[in-house]
């Protein structure tokens, strides 16, 4: 079975993104030059799951971001056939956290990147999520989408990690516990 | 006017206490021994705000754990008498956090301790919190009383400092930005 990781900016407030999808609170600055180390995680994936909502939102990319096969779960998409310049770099699918992950096992995928907050959650209430990498902005914005959810019961973590950044971004490591 | 300060735990996913105001999640064997500054932060306060529902979490403490002067915010308590063992040590009253404030500045108070979710937010909306210092737990809970809320707009802030605990605590200290 492979393993779940996130690696996710929320605000101090916990949303991942503003009510409209927007993400003008993440990308400031005094972000420029700091190297938050996704591009060394990203490396280390063999796959990436993301839900609608992070995939409307990257899908105007040019250039596409992503390096590794990526796996949307839908049940809107599913069936449905990706945009011609996406086409071989991603697949719509409708399936379950556990069903999904089979299905990349089967492809020989270890490490998955789990992204975009429902996608999270549900993993995470699947037990799927190995562990997480969470950066949190120092901005309070009072709504928007939530990064944690419903858990079904307590979730208990290891702290691995955690440094701060000059621009006021601090970041930590957290891995599943037992 | 006094500042306001805030000194508060939480869980990775936001919550200061779960549905029915427990604290089980954050009273941890492994944090015995633990020095996370509230000591120190206490000393350098003159005056405490709290709200009712962490008024009712501490009125049965003995002994009673505040050696300042306890202002509790409720529409509900105010023009009632404190409990005979807390006379002189607490208040009730229905104030606004700035009406609260001034009532403070009369009685020479500086720096107050805000505390309790619904005192922070409404603090946090009145501009009236000048620092935060938010120890994070390592545990998703799902559910609960929520630190933040509805803030009327974005709040920045500046982050000053950060530091871990091998109990896994994370503890970062922010100040309000302009």
């Known amino acids: 079975m492979p393993t779940g990781h996130v690696f996710i900016a929320t605000t101090l ?39 609608r909502g992070t995939y409307e939102a990257v899908r105007g990319f040019d250039p596409w971001p992503y390096d590794k096969p990526v796996l949307v779960l839908s049940r809107q998409l599913a069936g449905t056939e990706p945009p011609p310049a996406l086409r071989g770099k991603l697949a719509f699918a409708d399936l379950s956290p556990q069903a999904a992950m089979d299905h990349l096992a089967s492809q020989g995928a270890a490490r998955v990147y789990v992204d975009g907050g429902q996608i999270v959650q549900s993993f995470l209430r699947a037990g799927l999520v190995l562990d997480m990498v ?34 006021g971004l601090v970041q930590s490591r957290y891995r599943l516990l037992g």
């Open 13 to 51: 407030d916990g949303f991942i993104a503003r009510p409209d999808g927007s993400l003008d609170w993440l990308i400031l600055p005094e972000h420029q030059g700091e190297d938050h180390g996704y591009t060394g995680f990203i490396q280390t994936m063999d796959a990436i799951i993301m839900g």
């Open 134 to 167: 969470i950066s949190r902005i120092p901005v309070l914005i009072g709504e928007g989408r939530s990064l944690f959810g419903d858990t079904g019961g307590d979730i208990l973590f290891t702290h691995e990690a955690t440094r701060s950044f000059p621009s």
